[in-house]
């Protein structure tokens, strides 16, 4: 038998999750969990969400939707483990032994605590101001994240490759410290380029921009949506450019192909206007995502459910963080 890579995925409740997240992160995610030999490990962020000092309410049903709208997206497989981070306490153990290994120097010049000095020196306040120590040192609890699982393969958007050379830095250093080979190293895998979902003002679609059409938001609100995707002036019966358009964009990504190719073509024609398109889209999308939605408002429905699927999740990757806790402890005479 061969051994199976183990793929490792985090991401924060810190709000709805969009189209864009879906087509960028969950669907990539969930068609690759499906390629054996494979195990993959997907958790919900919560203790890094801890540091924007969410509403604590607010953080748990936020985590409790995004848990549910990612085993409802197809991560529900029994080679795919969904667990909330916090309730694997071994990671945060794993966490505050590699702070040891953890330079301050690295940790000065990760991206997200760098940004903020930066804005803060700018606005000539305390380049310190606001920044909380989860904040600062984010990457060390990333980096146990993803020791803490062995993974082998961290799917990751360009804007987060320094959080895994971190990762790698200090499985290095506790190698070079404690015991080589302690710790696996794993390697990004690198979303590729070109797939960036447009929102409705035709920008790329993200919840600080505003301009997101949440995944799950009932049919009417969404058909809502669509009708306010920005568009040019042109009439039914003008040519239009397919490949500028953000409701092509979509359509290519949530319709079926066939839809897709007709209405690109009926572009270059003259065929067809803008509010024709966005009713289509709408329809589709409804389509495509009823199966998912269905999932996602049984779960919710069930909580019992959806508590026991977690916890299953929990126990396995708890058994894995245990097991690089011992080694690890092992290696550091504890
Ligand atoms: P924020 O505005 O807070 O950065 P976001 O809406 O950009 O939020 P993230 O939480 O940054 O969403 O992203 C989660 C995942 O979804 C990442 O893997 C990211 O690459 C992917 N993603 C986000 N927006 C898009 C998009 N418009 N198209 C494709 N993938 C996206
Ligand atoms: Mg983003």
């Known amino acids: 038998m061969t051994t199976p890579t183990v793929t490792l995925t985090g991401i924060q409740p810190t709000g709805e999750l969009h189209l864009g997240n879906y087509a960028g992160a969950v669907r990539p995610l969930a068609r690759l969990a499906a390629r054996p030999p494979r195990e993959t490990y997907v958790f ?4 890094h969400a801890l540091n924007g000092r969410p509403d604590p309410e607010q953080l748990r049903d936020r985590t409790r939707k995004m848990a549910a709208a990612l085993l409802a997206c197809g991560l529900d497989d029994d080679r795919v483990h969904v667990y909330r981070q916090s309730r694997v ?7 505050a032994l590699l702070t040891n290994v953890t330079s301050k120097g690295t940790l000065n010049r990760a991206h997200a605590y760098k940004a903020l000095v930066a804005a803060n020196a700018a606005a000539g306040r305390d380049t310190d101001h606001g920044v909380n120590m989860g904040l600062f040192t984010y990457p060390v609890l990333m980096a146990a994240d993803i020791l803490a699982m062995r993974a082998d393969e961290v799917p990751v958007g360009a ?3 320094q959080h895994l050379e971190i ?3 200090l499985a290095r250093a506790f190698a070079r410290t404690y015991r080589p080979g302690a710790l696996r190293e794993p390697r990004a895998v690198v979303a590729q380029s070109g797939g960036v979902l447009p929102g409705l003002d035709g920008r790329k679609m993200s919840k600080s921009f505003g301009n997101t059409i949440p995944l799950f938001a009932p049919p ?3 058909a809502r949506l669509i ?3 920005v568009t040019d002036s042109r009439r039914p019966q003008d040519p239009k450019d397919p490949d500028s358009c953000t409701l092509v964009a979509l359509l290519d990504t949530f319709a079926d192909s066939a839809t897709a190719r007709d209405v690109r073509g009926r572009y270059q024609t003259g065929g067809i206007g803008y509010g024709d398109v966005k009713a289509l889209l709408a329809e589709q999308l409804h389509t495509t995502l009823a199966p998912l939605r269905d999932r996602y408002e049984a779960l919710l429905a069930d909580p019992a459910r959806l508590e026991a699927a977690l916890e299953a999740g929990e126990r396995h990757a708890g058994r894995r963080a245990a ?4 080694l690890m402890s092992a290696a550091m005479r504890l």
């Open 167 to 169: 990762a790698v830095e």
């Open 89 to 95: 306490p071994a990671i945060a153990q794993i966490g």
């Open 220 to 222: 009417e609100r969404q």
């Open 323 to 326: 097991e690089t806790l011992r």
């Open 227 to 229: 009708r306010r995707v």
């Open 159 to 161: 804007d987060q490759t």
């Open 44 to 47: 919900v962020a919560d203790l």
